[in-house]
Nanobody, 124 residues
Framework: QVHLVEAGGGLVQAGGSLRLSCAAS????????VGWFRQAPGKEREFVAA???????LYADSVKGRFTISRENAKNTVYLQMNSLKPEDTAVYYC??????????????????WGQGTQVTVSS
């Protein structure tokens, strides 16, 4: 398994931006799905964005046009650029890696490695 560590969370006002990073160690990021998910208090973990084959991307409707997933292979790091943040984006954000193609990139059960999460709080 790959070890994932997220960073970059924090407190930001509505309309602001944050860039989350997810650094991998142990092996390189999968060429299958690499994803970002989030979990707000009292809610289930939900899909945010994913990338596969290093170029194709998928976004939840709620973040489309505001968030961008990218990866930097030289640093073995995946990013989530978040712009125009809203209070409803407040959650713990997790990155995840799929070592084998076991399912769709937007499903939590498709991933076998998860980071510890980073808190994002958007104030109104």
């Amino acid at each position: 398994q790959v070890h994932l560590v997220e960073a970059g969370g924090g407190l930001v006002q509505a309309g602001g931006s944050l860039r989350l990073s997810c650094a991998a160690s142990g092996r390189t990021f999968s060429s299958y799905c690499v994803g970002w998910f989030r979990q707000a208090p009292g809610k289930e973990r939900e899909f945010v964005a994913a990338m596969w084959r290093s170029t194709s991307t998928l976004y939840a409707d709620s973040v489309k046009g505001r968030f961008t997933i990218s990866r930097e292979n030289a640093k073995n790091t995946v990013y989530l650029q978040m712009n125009s943040l809203k209070p409803e984006d407040t959650a713990v954000y997790y990155c995840a890696d799929q070592s084998t193609p076991t399912g769709s990139c937007y499903l939590t059960r498709s991933y076998d490695s998860w980071g510890q999460g980073t808190q994002v709080t958007v104030s109104s």
